[in-house]
Structure formats: C-alpha cells, structure tokens
C-alpha cells in the first residue's frame, strides 16, 4: 500500500527521474538515507518499473505520428502472436494497445515522412495475413505531451 509520501516521491520521479536522495529528502522532509530506502522499496515492489529519457520526435527527424487502428480478420491464437511478433519488430510502432470495440489493435507510430507511414502500412500491416483492415489517423498536433501518471 501506498502512502502520501510514496505518492509524493512517484510524482516527483515522474517529473525528474535525475533526482538524488538527498533532494527526494528535502522535498519530503525525510533524511536522505530514509528517501533512497522508499526508492529502492518502490523499485523493488515494481512500481518503478523503468528509467528512461525522453527524446524530442521531431530533432531526431520523426515529423510523422500516427495512430493506426487494426482489425484482424482472423481471431487465434497464431494470428495474434504472429501479429504481436510483428508489431514487436517495427522500430516505428512504439506503444500497441488491444481493445475493444471495431479495431482489436490500436499502434502509436513515428515516422520521417508520410511516405514512409504509407509503406509501413501497406507494405507491412496490410500484408500481414491476419490483417483485414487498417484505419489511420495522423496527429497534426500534440498540444498535451505525454504526463505523468497520477499518483
């Protein structure tokens, strides 16, 4: 179980991955010692799951984002593992939901250009022999970037 000060340090790692123990301890009111003990519980209890940086799309010339929802035509077993192994392999599909509703799968894609989405979905998804529709939305703006989870 969480308390407030575990909720207050996932917050505040969410924000800044970077942080030390001694400054999670002033912003806690906790000795260092006690902050980097909470940290490494939450990592170890796997509510930390991950460290990462957060890259910018368009300066490493990603100017295309994409979701891009998927209906199989087929639904086994060895159609979705087959389907999720592809997905997988794609460096440009960097999250894949299943869902529910009309399209079983939902891709967040990034691409360099337009022509280079339109290969991926047509020389790549469609092809896929689990694959009978591909239906895509291209973001014209993100004006919320991806926040932290609320704690």
């Known amino acids: 179980m969480l ?24 912003m806690l009111n906790l000795s260092p010692s006690q902050a980097g003990r909470r940290r490494q519980r939450l990592e170890a209890e796997g509510y930390i799951v991950n460290y990462a940086a957060k890259l910018d799309p368009k300066r490493l010339g990603l100017n295309v ?3 891009v929802q998927v209906q199989l035509g087929t639904h086994g077993p060895d159609q979705s593992k087959s389907f ?39 020389e790549v998804l469609l092809p896929h022999p689990a694959v009978s529709r591909v239906q895509s939305q291209i973001v014209m703006d993100q004006f919320k970037q991806d926040a932290p989870l609320p704690t």
């Open 3 to 26: 308390d407030e000060t575990d909720q207050r340090l996932l917050s505040a790692l969410q924000k800044n991955a970077h942080l030390t123990a001694q400054e999670l301890s002033e």
């Open 84 to 122: 999720a192994r592809l997905v997988g392999l794609r460096p440009e599909i960097t999250s894949a939901w299943t869902l529910t509703g009309d399209a079983d799968y939902l891709l967040r894609i990034f691409c360099t250009d337009l022509t280079a989405l339109n290969t991926l979905i047509h």
């Open 65 to 67: 984002q994409a979701f």
